[in-house]
């Protein structure tokens, strides 16, 4: 297998550990706890550290030791580990004020240019701060799978919207994200420089990482991780990810 001599096995969240936005479920949890019992493991998202404590934190709390587990909300642009039991945040990639003004006023702008309008039912919030990264969902932050998944299921509509975010505000990373979202950070924060943070802080070779995830086609989120080199695994769902764990445990 490709990951028994590797030291850090990387996931992505949503539709890898989870179903998206949904709290992992208890046999996960367990593989999980299985595995840090042997390698280190990072989690990069991105959602923000709050989704993280609501999704993939509670599970994993109520015991076991998890100083091998590493957590990269908002693609990177922030790290959490744990340390004296509490989560300590090592550093943190913050979006000016002005910044946040400038991207949301470039998605308003973008709305009128491609005929964007704002459903009458949005669950949680459209354009969502997360102090690293300014999110739009197109039905709300929590809305359902069903809702999400049917809007726009090959990215052509959030492709276009964000040609036009590109032209507006060139100076920011811009890509789609999760099922219905687009994702704004600053500049060069995706999971590429994720992956690079995690080298430089847990001081592990991208030689001797593993990333598991379910988005690696060419416009996915994930996909900015296959040109740092690391070993790359591409999974279809949460249950296919708990059969890569069951093979590196077992």
Sequence with gaps: MPYRDKQLIVFDLDKTLSESKRPMDDEMAGLVRALLDIKKVSVISGGSFAQFQKQFVPKLSAGGDLSNLFLFPTCGSAFFRYENEEWKNVYTETLASRDKEKILGAFERMFSEVGFTRPEKVYGELMEDRDTQITFAAYGSQAPLPVKSAWDPDRTKRLHMIAALERLIPEFEIRTGGTSSIDVTRKGIDKAYGIMQMEKHLAVP???????????????????????????????GPDHTKKIIREMVG
Aim: proline letters at 3%; charged letters at 15%; glycine letters at 16%.
């Design 206 to 236: 991208r030689a001797t990482m593993v990333f598991v995830g379910d988005d690696l086609g060419v416009g996915g989120n994930d996909y900015p991780v296959i040109a740092t080199g690391v070993t790359i695994i591409s999974v279809t």
